[in-house]
Structure formats: C-alpha cells, structure tokens
C-alpha cells in the first residue's frame, strides 16, 4: 500500500529539548516536504527536498531542520523546541512533476512545554 | 499576507444540495491549482485539481471551476454526502515552481443529514 507515515503521531516535549519527528514514503518519489499547521493559517511549507541529498527553506523554516540522506526519509528536527512549536506536523511526498498531487502522512500533534 | 485565501472558514449544507466552497488567489503566477480534503486525526487526501489552461474539471460529485481573470475558483460537491464533511483546503503553484503549494487556511463543510 502507497503511503506516507510519520512517527510519533502525539508528541509532548519540554523547551529545549531536541526532537527529531521521522518520515518516510514508499512511493519512490522525488519530492518530499513538511508543513505545519496552525488554526486560521492553513498549512505553511517548512523544508522541502527535491532529491537525496538537496533539502531548501519553505515559508517558515526557522527554528527547524531537515535531512535527506535517503530517498524514503526526511526526518524533521527540531534543535531546541520552543512554545510557539506547538503545531500539527504533516510531512508530504510526490513525484517532481508539479501537475500530480502530494500524498500526505496522517500528521504528529506536537506540544511543547 | 496570504496568497490564497479562503473567506468561508465553515459552511453548513443539507444533505443532498449543493457544497460551494470558494478559493480566492493574488499570485498571477500560480498555473496549478487543488483541493485537498481533510478528516479529523488524518492527513489532506488529493481531491481534484485544474490547470490554468483549463475553466473546468470534473470527477464524479466534485466540480472544480477556474476564474483567472477573477483570481478565482470553486468546489462543487452535487449532491452533498454526510461523509463530505471535512476541512477543505485550495492550493496553489507556479507551474516552474514544482511541488511548492501554497494553501489555504480552509474551509469546514458540515453537510447535515
């Protein structure tokens, strides 16, 4: 089954205390990206990798960091969690090709204390 | 200041009429555009998609309608389903920008029975 899964999916942490949220898609795709979340705001693109080893800032990349050091992983780290962390996560997969869609994990709901 | 934009942050249908969800854009340069639904503790699913060389595209229920001069465009759901209840984001890109969406805050359809 084609799918794209995130883990932890709940996840409550204390400032300061890195973190590290996994991904990883069986699909082959090229395209793998993370977004956040928030009420009112829709989902905000956070990193992106258009290939193993090539990872670029989205929108809202600071306070985060990426890897792609295979082409099914892009875990997401965050170095030094702070409150305005608290978000929803959902990490993202698709061919490059941008007329496709991007299939999308089922998200890990992240508080930071 | 949001480049898509979706006005409605819900809307209540009856079962069985029309779901209208509308999308709003300022970014001239966006070529492709989708809708992704959403259910609770799960990821956005693909729903469907138009390119801007087109004004219209349909599957099955679900009707997309493209506006460019407008900036404009809108999610038919005939007739409304219960199981359509969701949160309905647009997204949009460049089409020389890949996967790089950019979404909307969404929109909550209630379609009551």
């Known amino acids: 089954e084609a799918q794209v899964t995130q883990n932890p999916r709940y996840l409550i942490t204390v400032t300061g205390k890195k973190l590290t949220v996994t991904c990883s898609q069986n699909?082959?795709?090229?395209?793998m990206s993370w977004y956040r979340q928030d009420p009112g705001l829709g989902l905000r693109q956070i990193y992106y990798s258009m290939n193993v080893e090539v990872t670029d800032k989205g929108d809202v990349p600071e306070g985060y960091k990426v890897s792609r050091k295979e082409k099914r992983n892009f875990p997401l780290i965050l170095e030094s969690p702070s409150p305005n962390q608290t978000s929803l996560y959902f990490c993202a997969s698709s061919l490059w090709d941008p007329n496709t869609e991007a299939f999308f994990g089922q998200g890990t709901r992240l508080t930071v204390v | 200041d949001q480049q898509v934009k979706q006005n409605s942050p819900s809307l209540s249908v009856q079962e069985g009429r029309i779901s209208i969800l509308n999308c709003d854009y300022t970014?001239?340069?966006?070529?492709?555009f989708l809708w992704y639904k959403k259910y609770p503790a799960e990821g956005p699913t693909f729903l469907i998609s138009i390119s801007s060389i087109k004004d219209k595209n349909e599957d099955g229920r679900f009707t997309v309608f493209l506006n460019k001069s407008a900036k404009h465009l809108s999610l038919h759901i005939v007739p409304s389903q219960p199981g359509d209840s969701a949160v309905y984001f647009c997204?949009?890109?460049?089409?020389?920008?890949?996967?790089?969406?950019?979404f909307g805050p969404g929109t909550r359809l209630s379609v009551l029975p």
């Open positions: 970014n001239s340069m966006f070529d492709y």
């Open positions: 699909m082959n795709h090229e395209y």
């Open positions: 997204a949009a890109t460049p089409d020389n920008y890949g996967q790089n969406f950019v």
